[in-house]
């Protein structure tokens, strides 16, 4: 699991300019919350932040306004920009289990139909200091109508299921059939006068 070392400093100032003060220094108003602990106001420097949390459930080990380990639970983005707007941190020990959501994804090529992945995540419980950065699911070969339930993920050592076995993760499914197209309402006219035309000529032979 990934491990990155970020500065962070303590704020006393709170709101909505306080905020936008410190982004315009380039960094990113934190807090830091758990076991039981008051919560700590921090910032961080944005550009290391902003890397590290392409990391699912990246470990950020804090130093020094505060040092502790930590798990990003919530990031705010500008809806339009999409930079880091505020980061909520979970304070961790070492040895701790925690619930997190993995990515699920796949390797290989199904050998008939279409995939149809239900799932790119799954929650699992793990040793906070060793995250699975995911699960993969091989689907070479699968055929129309397999299926992958949750229980059937083979997670990583000492990683245990949280979410329901039976929950679905992937199937294959056959591959939809082009309907026939509606005949147009000429054409319809015409069939019909043919089949007139038909009966008609069936009559005259029987008298």
Known sequence: MSEVVITAESRNDFGKGAARK????????????????????????????????????????????????????????????????????????????????????????????????????????????????GVEVDIEGLEIGAQVTAGDLKLPKGTTLVADPETLVLHVTAAPTAEPEPESAEGEQAAAAEGEAAEGESAEAAE
């Open 22 to 133: 410190i982004r315009r220094e380039h960094k990113v108003p934190a807090v830091l919350y758990g076991h039981g602990t008051e919560p700590q106001h921090l910032s961080l420097p944005g550009h290391e932040l902003l890397l590290a949390l392409r990391t699912p459930n990246v470990l950020i080990r804090l130093q020094g306004a505060v040092s502790e380990l930590a798990l990003p639970k919530g990031v705010q983005r500008d809806p339009l920009k999409g930079f880091l707007e505020h980061v909520d941190l979970l304070l961790v020990k070492r040895g701790e289990k925690v619930t997190v959501d993995i990515p699920v994804t796949v390797t290989g090529e199904v050998a008939d139909g279409i995939l149809d992945q239900q799932l790119v995540s799954i929650s699992v419980e793990a040793e906070a200091t060793h995250i699975p950065t």
